[in-house]
């Protein structure tokens, strides 16, 4: 299906028959999981803004599969009602839309960093050579709502191939290589039990710990903008 930017507007987002499969089963992507029963690409669409989910569903020239919460559905749909978006506007409203968080939605796209310059003057003092400071891995801890240590879980930086499982004592460590985008400053819990995320700080290798949540229930599916001619 492709919507047309000009003569459209997206008034309410629905999953209208979600989908059984196993989002755990399936093959992991960048940002997806690949479903075998339908041979699609599904979307985890946990982490992104009701702009970015909007953007997409815009952008695309077919059905599109996804996954999100519930409450982020309801989240979304309320703001499509107070603020309906026609997409020849949608750079307008990309802008004006905070890019914040709710307790249901976790912001994927975050500001680029701003990582302390560490600054080294040669012998003749001639020239000053700027070096970005960035750690070459990072670590931290996974506890649970009891403040114990969460041993078994998976976290992942966010659209990226990177990640790492907590060993007994909810330790995890991640090295990174010299070609890693320091846009990708996401660290996410990847589980249907729980839910957490922490913004990266690359300035340094050990990080804050993470604690958990319980998750909100997830619902996915072929996921459906109803669409009102203009």
Avoid at 11 to 32: Q, R, S, Y
Avoid at 42 to 62: K, P, Q, R
Avoid at 68 to 74: E, R, T
Avoid at 177 to 182: A, G, M, P, R, Y
């Amino acid at each position: 299906m492709k919507i047309n930017t000009m003569k459209t507007r997206i008034n309410k987002v629905t999953i209208a028959e979600p989908c059984l499969e196993n989002w755990d089963e399936m093959d992991k992507g960048e940002g997806f999981n690949f479903c075998k029963a339908c041979s699609k690409n599904v979307i985890d669409f946990s982490g992104y803004t009701n702009a970015e989910i909007i953007s997409v569903l815009a952008g695309a020239s077919s059905s599109v599969c996804g996954r999100l919460s519930q409450a982020q559905l309801n989240q979304l749909n309320h703001h499509l009602s107070v603020v309906p978006t026609t997409n020849r506007n949608w750079m307008k409203y990309l802008g004006v839309l905070a890019i914040g968080m709710s307790i249901f939605v976790m912001d994927a796209r975050a500001e680029n960093l701003k990582m302390p310059i560490e600054i080294t003057r040669s012998i003749n003092h001639k020239t000053d050579d700027k070096k970005t400071v960035v750690s070459k891995k990072i670590c931290g801890y996974v506890i649970g709502a009891d403040n114990k240590p969460a041993a078994g879980i998976r976290l992942a930086i966010l659209d990226t191939k990177f990640f790492a499982l907590t060993d007994k004592n909810g330790r995890y460590e991640i090295t990174l290589d010299n070609k890693f985008d320091l846009n990708n400053n996401k660290l996410v819990v990847e589980s249907m039990r729980y839910r957490a995320f922490l913004t990266i700080d690359f300035s340094k290798e050990k990080q804050s710990s993470l604690k958990l949540n319980k998750a909100e229930p997830m619902i996915m599916g072929i996921v459906i903008p109803s669409i009102k001619k203009k």
